[in-house]
């Protein structure tokens, strides 16, 4: 299916070990603005799942190296033969956080560790042929590690997508050649770098090393990320047609080009896997869902494989945008990540918790948790597996409060079985909750408006007014007359406005809320500043200065250079996704990054901007007294 493995198993024991040029180091940084490194993990029969190579290399800690690696091996039988693509999330764990010395990770481009490895699988090679031929025997077989005892406190994460291969190998004691390949990067576009592995891991598996090569030249020549750009980026001799998201915004395709070779492009932060396929079997419970992301409850998804449940982790954060998810979700997780026993050793789950797992052990040591999703048998009949699970449902211990479409879900389940409607009705459910959270969000902005200050003229003081803070209760009688747009459940012995009210009240107790808060602070923090230059370059400064003291109109000058200044200070930063200071490479470019803003203005706005304060500081400037103009001009 996927070409000659002769590079990787080695089958000619002579055949000489592919070249692999290292990445340049001009070119280091800008590849790490995309992708940090590219992991092959091979099945050691000796310590299990473990990372054969990183190109380019990466420093990493024992505790990412045994996350890496675990991470990247389905936990359950998925098939005989056969390739599987599926994402990942991990805790970083620095070099100097690690409780263990930094592991030996061999370089691809380093041609004598080449060969040593070339002698260690020929090696292993000859004693998996040598057992094959004698009787098995289970005390040989190498133990299963403990899951780890500890967790890492780190609050960055590392995204892994990964291209599992799989095939009969009578050769191996196992029975089974078994790798991945996977993307290791910072950012959360699980669209995008799916489609990146799953275009590469089959000609990885088929040509080799050398096909890293090539891509990492491509991703170098890709533009740096910025928030909301639509992309063509070259891979592998085509284009990809990608669309990054902004901040925690709902992504929509409208398509990048019009005409005749008009194509929807990939949303970079949404699964391209349809919602009907993974939610087949629990379409009705989707609102009752909604209210469980909303909240940042505890939510343990359970599926038959790794693709499953990282396709409907992905999903379900997205379900709630533009409210953001303050917990930690983990598309695949197993019992060797190290923050194992953070999340299921306690006796209260932790607040915020989603995890997506494949393996059974869960659902005993997850028993407590308020919400179970149980993934079903339609995606497992197109694998071949016919044995019995857990039927899928939802099991929860809240009740909904929310108002159901039922026309929708009447559609839903109409399309269920059309699979030529599958995108269509995947597009449908994510306008649908995209615009419930809208109606959600309705009141909370309403109220918020009322505590940020929005005049401003040339006369306003240098420091910007501070705006109010929020109050649960004042909000909460608030809402009492500014009910908002939200439709709530009619069919309930709870009247509506008092099931609006616990609804609220319970958001507002939730992390979601309490980072919702933050970035809505710091957008409107933003929005003040950007109407700040708009009031100071529209103003009438020729009046201003004609009816004012002279010391006013020296301060209003100083205010505009003041704004002048921070205007150039924000085009001279790069608009990049924030890329921990460990992965960051040395660049000419020495610039500190920034993370996007929901209220960020645009290079080309800046720039406008600019004009027009420069513009207003030389009409100011034109009517001071020629001592005052030459000190001023310094």
Avoid at 67 to 91: C, E, H, K, Y
Avoid at 131 to 156: F, I
Avoid at 543 to 559: M, N, Q
Wanted: proline share 9%.
């Amino acid at each position: 299916m996927h070409g000659d493995l002769s590079l990787l198993t080695l089958a000619d024991e002579d055949q000489d070990v592919p070249e692999v040029t290292p990445v340049p180091m001009e070119d280091l940084a800008a590849l790490r603005q995309w992708v940090l490194s590219v992991a092959c993990i091979n099945f050691d029969l000796e310590l299990g799942p473990d990372v054969e190579f990183l190109y380019p290399p990466l420093e990493i800690s024992k505790e990412e190296k045994d996350n890496i690696a675990f991470s990247s091996f389905p936990d359950t039988s998925v098939f005989s033969d056969g390739s599987l693509v599926f994402s990942w999330r991990v805790r970083e764990v620095p070099l100097e956080a690690s409780s263990a010395a930094a592991p030996h990770i061999p370089d691809m481009a380093d041609k004598s560790q080449m060969l040593a490895r070339r002698f260690s699988r020929r090696l292993k090679r000859h004693l998996s042929i040598r057992s094959a031929t004698e009787s098995p025997n289970p005390e040989t077989a190498a133990p299963m590690p403990l899951a780890p005892t500890h967790s890492s406190r780190s609050t960055s994460y590392l995204y892994g997508y990964t291209f599992f291969l799989q095939r009969r190998d009578a050769t191996n004691r196992r029975g089974y050649f078994q790798k991945s390949l996977v993307i290791l990067t910072h950012l959360p576009y699980v669209s995008l770098f799916t489609e990146l592995v799953a275009r590469l891991g089959p000609s990885f598996f088929a040509h080799g090393p050398t096909v890293l090569e090539l891509v990492v030249r491509d991703i170098v020549q890709w533009p740096a990320p910025r928030p909301g750009a639509a992309l063509e980026l070259p891979l592998m001799g085509t284009l990809m047609h990608v669309l990054l998201p902004h901040g925690h915004e709902p992504q929509r395709s409208d398509g990048m080009r019009t005409g005749e070779h008009a194509m929807a492009p990939l949303l970079a932060s949404v699964p391209q896997s349809s919602m009907l396929d993974v939610f087949c079997e629990v379409l009705p419970d989707l609102w009752r869902l909604w209210e469980c992301l909303l909240l940042a409850e505890p939510l343990l998804v359970v599926g038959h494989d790794p693709r499953t449940t990282s396709e409907a982790i992905w999903h379900l954060v997205d379900l709630i945008r533009p409210v953001p998810w303050a917990g930690d979700f983990r598309p695949f997780f197993h019992i060797h990540d190290y923050d194992f026993r953070a999340f299921v050793g306690r006796a209260t789950p932790p607040s915020g918790a989603l995890l997506g797992t494949t393996n059974p052990f869960f659902l005993q040591t997850c028993a407590h948790w308020p919400h179970k999703l149980h993934l079903g048998q339609r995606l497992e009949a197109r694998h071949g597996h016919t044995a019995a699970r857990t039927a899928p449902c939802f099991v929860s211990t809240r009740k909904r409060r929310i108002s159901k479409d039922r026309e929708l879900l009447r559609r839903l389940l109409q399309w269920r079985d059309v699979p030529s409607e599958h995108a269509r009705a995947t597009a449908a459910v994510r306008r649908h909750f995209a615009d419930v959270t809208e109606r959600f969000l309705a009141p909370l902005h309403q109220y918020m408006a009322t505590l940020i200050p929005t005049h401003f003229d040339l006369s306003s003081p240098a420091d910007m007014p501070p705006i109010q803070p929020f109050h649960a209760h004042s909000f909460l009688q608030w809402l009492k007359t500014h009910p908002g747009p939200l439709r709530m459940r009619q069919r309930s012995l709870t009247p509506a406005h008092m099931l609006r009210q616990s609804l609220y009240a319970d958001f507002l107790q939730c992390p979601n809320f309490s980072l919702w808060l933050q970035n809505r602070i710091a957008a409107a923090q933003e929005e003040q500043w950007q109407r700040r230059i708009a009031a100071l370059a529209a103003g009438d400064v020729i009046a201003f200065g004609r009816t004012r003291s002279e010391i006013e109109s020296v301060d209003l000058y100083l205010r505009l250079r003041d704004e002048l200044q921070r205007v150039d200070e924000a085009l001279a930063r790069p608009l990049t996704p924030e890329l921990s200071e460990r992965w960051q490479a040395p660049s000419p470019d020495k610039a500190p990054r920034r993370t996007s803003r929901a209220a960020e203005p645009s290079p080309r706005g800046l720039q406008h901007q600019r004009q027009r304060l420069t513009e207003q500081m030389a009409r100011l400037l034109d009517m001071m007294p020629a001592d005052l103009r030459i000190g001023l001009s310094k």
